[in-house]
């Protein structure tokens, strides 16, 4: 029986279990490698100066970093500029991004996702915490959604005590 002015945390009582991925993006380095730094007079990129640099390359910084690969310079750079760093890096980390701080916001986010233990949301009722500062929001969002459809019975986004249903497993 409730008693008159006994206050009843229904959200707590509701058994929502809330995703929010801004705790798994904390914990993600990066590092970039610019490509300009490995140019030629600002201009070319040579083999055998960039596969010399290469091998005096630290992989070790790179271990379980996601890392960027870019040229910030206006130079043309040969595909095999970037097959010769995948071939080193691949071995240390497996979270690469060409391009730009976009492309490399989406590989953070990727591997964040991929860090989420599955097992802790089946058949649960999850919350995916609206607020933050997630960059690339929208991708976040649809990336996570379509990693924990498999998995839950029910998905809403916001805060537990204000949600917008987006998904229910049908019986």
């Known amino acids: 029986m409730k008693t008159e002015g006994t206050i009843v945390n229904r959200v707590e009582k509701s058994g929502l279990l809330t995703i929010d991925l801004q705790d798994y993006l904390m914990d993600i380095e990066t590092r970039i490698i610019d490509l300009k730094d490995y140019l030629f007079q600002g201009l070319v990129l040579k083999e055998k100066d960039f596969r010399g640099a290469l091998k005096a390359l630290d ?12 040229c910030t310079a206006d130079a043309i750079i040969p595909a095999w500029a970037y097959m010769l760093l995948m071939s080193k890096l691949s071995l240390v980390t497996q979270s690469i991004a060409i391009g ?24 649960a009722k999850v919350v995916i ?30 805060e537990p005590c204000s949600t917008v249903p987006v998904y229910k497993k049908p019986k």
């Not at 992989?59 to 870019?70: E, M, N, P, S």
């Not at 916001?105 to 860090?115: C, G, S, T």
């Not at 915490?129 to 916001?158: E, F, I, N, W």
Request: net charge negative; with cysteine.
């Open 59 to 70: 992989g070790a910084q790179f271990k379980d970093a996601a890392v960027l690969i870019t």
């Open 100 to 123: 730009n701080e976009a492309d490399l916001e989406r590989v953070v986010i990727d591997h964040a996702i991929d860090k989420i233990k599955w097992s802790d949301y089946a058949d």
């Open 129 to 158: 915490k609206g607020c933050g500062s997630v960059q690339q929001r929208d991708y976040a969002y649809a990336k996570l959604t379509q990693a924990l459809l498999p998995h839950v019975a029910s998905m809403m986004y916001g």
